[in-house]
Structures are given as C-alpha cells and as structure tokens.
C-alpha cells in the first residue's frame, strides 16, 4: 500500500500545485475542527476584502459639443494650388438665437482673442440651433444647424446624454465665405464637426 | 452567440477529458483498490452569503440561492444552482434602479484534490469548475434627468419593466468540508463573465440576478451549507 502511494505521487505529477493541495489535503484530512475555523477565517477574509466601497461618483465627459474650426485657403503661386491653413480669430462674440429670434442673455464667447476653433451647445430639445458669429467686433454671420436629436445612456452613476447628429448647416456670407461639414456625429467624442472658411 | 456555446461546450469537454486521463493515470497505479461508485448521492446547499449581504447592505441587492450537487465517482460533481435575486438602488444623482428575478445556473465541478482508494471515504475536497448561469428579468431605470443649461429646459426619462435575458459563464473554485455526519461546509469564490458586452449608449441593468453589479466580469463569493442524501 505504502509503496502504491509512493509511486502513485511519482508518476502524477499533472497539477503544478499538487503540494499546496496535498498540504491542504492533509490539513483538511487530520482534523475537521481546524478546518472549520481556516473556512471561516479565510470567509471573513474574502468579505473584508470584497466589501469596498464602490465609487460611485460619474467622471465621464457629460457634454456634448458642436466644434467649429476656422480656417482660410492660401495659393500657392508655384504650384497653383489652394492649401488649407487655420486661422486665428483676433477677436470673437458668439451668441446664441432662440426660435423666437431673440438673442440669448448668456454670451458664449465675448471678445475671446486669438481662437481658431470654438466650441457650440446645440439644443437638446429642438432640432434647429441658431448663432450669431461676431468676428473682430466688426462683421457679424448667422450660423444655423439643423440636427437631429438622440440619446447615449453612459451608466449609473452618469445617467443619460443627448447627443446630436448634424443635418444641414446654413451660414450668412459677411465674413465668412463657406462652411463644410466634416463630422455629423456630435457626441462627447472630440472632433471637429464644422469647418468655416474664410479669404 | 453560437460561437460561444461551442467554446463553452468545447472547453468542458477538455476539462472533463483532462480530468479522466488524471483519473486513469490514478487508477493504472493502484488497480488492486477497490472501484469507486459512479453514484455517490447528492447534496443539497443553500447559500449564506447573499441572505447575510442582504441584511447588511442597506437592502440595496438581495438574493437567495440554493442548489442540488451530485457526486459522481466522488471525482465529478455536476451541480444545478436556482436562485432568486433583486436590487433597488438610488444613484448619486437620483436616478433610481429597480429590479428581481430567478436565475439558474448549471455547470460541473471536479475534485483537485488526488483521492486515494483508501475505504476511509474522503468527504473533503478542493473543487474547480465552471458554470453557465442565465436569468430572464424585466428591471426600471427612473428619474434620468436631461436639461439643457444653455438653451433651457428639461425632461425625465423612466423605462419602465424592461424585460431582458442575461448569459454569463463562471468560474468557480471552493474547499467543502463534512462538517458533522451529513453535514457539509465550504465556500467558493468565483469569476463571472458575460457571453456578450453590452451594445453602448443603450440602458443596461444596474444588477442582474444571480450576477450581480453589471460590468464585463464580477467576482463573488458563496459560503454554503449542505446537507448530504
């Protein structure tokens, strides 16, 4: 019998873990009264290790906004061709238009210098979101963005967002000359979403 | 969705053809020994943790399982778990989580510990498993705030008694002990995981039955008592 077992451990040698288990084992085996009080002191332990507490707090991005870049064409008189090149606002209002057509109290940009992108709320709970563009404290433009309204739930802690998905932009043509949709997507992910040009 | 049974499948069917070749290493060392019976009863288990959890969370979640394990060979242990749980949980910005629902799991267990042929009959073991737990349960997601702070105005949203059907997989290890005659002891930790993440930007349970928190996997603990027929 002796021998049997010897030679039994020998050759099995499948578990990598086979003398942790095999003092558990014996541990378990030689007596039930300690083994009772290790499966209770290893349960407490579990359950003041698994009893944290949770954060609960949201830390993700909650807003989702219309980013608009300017930008201005220059030629290249070797080549003939127009390359692309951000412009820098010297100086910048914005404001937006309700439906009515009033101007909102609350200004969203006022006399920002040196901007070459800004960044627009549109209305969560209409489908047309309307700005007045004041560039250089001289010249003013009308943006107007027609969208479609949908909502993104983030979690728990975070609850709901309503992102947006851009269906036409128009612009008036004082200062600026054209206006490009390159992302119709408005979600909390960053990207530009309006490219205004202007010579 | 298929693809994921089939590696459920696939990968019990390794574990239970790995377990018999150790099996067979065993009984090619000690032939002489006396054979263990396929059928060696069964034991009945109730979980204390969840109903001990439940009187000291705040009543946040509650549960209640049991299950019904048989032994066979004393080496393979197919177990079937049937449980009932629910949460009601109000978040840090109101937003309130309700739901309760049956959960059943099925799954196997193998023994890890070498068992010798002794006729002494060794009713302690380290157990390592796998489960495949499912639960059909309709839940209320309430008071979701939406306001614009530019624009003005605001909405709540509420879904109420959505109704969904969550799989998940588990890995499960534990020690059970015989504690008095048919009396048994022991505790298991395990890892859950879903079959399939969840589509973002959809709702999704706070708590599901018989897994617990939502998120891509969970780690829980049962402590049980069971009683051998």
Redesign the interface.
Known sequence: MQT??K???S??D??NF?NL??I??NF??NN?IK??VF?WI??VF??ST?CNV?D???RKEKNSRLKVGFYTAILNSSTGNYTLSTLSIDSLTVN?V?SLGNI?D?V?YNNSKNLSSIKL?L????NE?KFIIRFNDSIQDTLTVFHTNY???LS???????NHLIDTVLITNHFVDSVKIEEHNVSTIDAEHLQIFHN | MQNIYRYFIISLLITVA?NFS?AQ??TA??D?SSEVKWWNGFLVKMDVVSPFVTGFSDTEHFGMEGSVQFNLKRKIFPIYEIGFGGAD?L???A?R?NTNGVFQRIGVDFG???Q?NDKEL?N?M?TGGVRLGWSNFSYD?TN????????G?S?T?NFEGRSTTKTWYEIVVG?Q????KNLY???N?RNRHFFKEDTS????P?YIPGYG?SGSSN???N?IIGYHF
Request: proline residues 1%; glycine residues 6%.
């Open positions: 049997s077992m030679k039994e451990s050759s099995n499948f578990f086979k288990f095999n558990l084992k378990l085996h039930f083994s009772t499966i290893t349960a579990f359950f698994s949770s609960e707090v949201c937006g309700d909102m609350s969203l709320p209305n969560k709970f209409s979101s909502d993104q739930y728990f802690e975070c609850g709901i967002i309503r | 790995v150790a290493n065993k060392g000690s002489k949980k978040s840090s910005n937003i989580f890890l510990l070498k010798s060794i302690n380290l997601l979701l705030s939406l306001s614009d702070d530019y624009w105005g909405q949203l020690i002990v015989q504690v008095y002891m022991g505790w930790i930007g959809n709702i999704v706070w928190k780690t829980g603990l402590y």
